[in-house]
């Protein structure tokens, strides 16, 4: 039975210069060669109005609204899988993911507190299968204190989906791969997509 993937990007990097990109381009491309039959949905949040739109004090009464919320909330109750990418951006994940979140972490729609013991909540959409791909200008290590990989993997678990191993590329600013082609970077965790490709 054919599924519907749902693929968020949110890097504002030109596309002919985005790592993260090119990692999400290859992981589709093995995915459809493994699963020529699924649906994929493409969601550029550099396209979306909505990522746009920060929370603050002076929206916070409109900000979940029918076409910034709910609707984007929609689209992830009606696919079978998410995958999500983002480059590290001041060491978290970029503002338009993070707008994205804002406006789909929304309570009694994809998590509830109803019927739990204090302190704890309940995911619901837990009929989703995400795929995490996350690149990083520095070594990974370097800044563990801004983990946007871990950031993204808590956030989908948090609402129920079960989150696959997430893939980091990670020292894209650093010789060797600052100097490579974009393609032949990506290459030297070619069998690491492969893998994912096959368990997602």
């Not at 993260?20 to 550029?44: G, Q, W």
């Not at 910034?68 to 994940?93: C, G, H, R, T, W």
């Not at 060797?176 to 070619?190: G, M, R, V, W, Y």
Request: charged letters at 20%; proline letters at 3%; aromatic letters at 10%.
């Amino acid at each position: 039975m054919s599924k519907k993937v749902l693929v968020i990007t949110g890097t504002v990097s030109p596309v002919e210069k985005s790592f993260s990109l090119a990692l999400t381009n290859r992981f589709i491309k093995e995915y459809k060669t493994l699963n020529p039959n699924d649906e994929i949905i493409n969601l550029d949040l550099n396209k979306e109005e909505m990522a746009h739109k920060t929370l603050s004090r002076e929206n916070f009464g409109v900000y979940f609204n029918e076409n910034d919320a709910l609707k984007y909330i929609n689209q992830l109750k009606e696919v079978d899988k998410i995958v999500i990418s983002s480059p590290m951006n001041n060491f978290n994940v970029s503002g338009l993911i993070k707008n994205y979140l804002d406006h789909i972490l929304l309570a009694d729609q994809t998590f509830s507190y109803k019927y739990v013991k204090k302190g704890d909540a309940k995911g619901l959409l837990e009929h989703l299968t995400v795929q995490i791909l996350t690149t990083q200008g520095a070594p990974f290590g370097w800044y563990l204190w801004g983990n946007h990989t871990e950031f993204l993997k808590g956030t989908w678990e948090f609402v129920g989906a079960t989150v696959k191993e997430p893939i980091l590329f990670a020292g894209t600013k650093i010789a060797p791969i600052s100097t490579t082609n974009h393609d032949e970077a990506i290459d030297t965790i070619a069998d690491q997509i492969i893998k994912a490709a096959k368990n997602f």
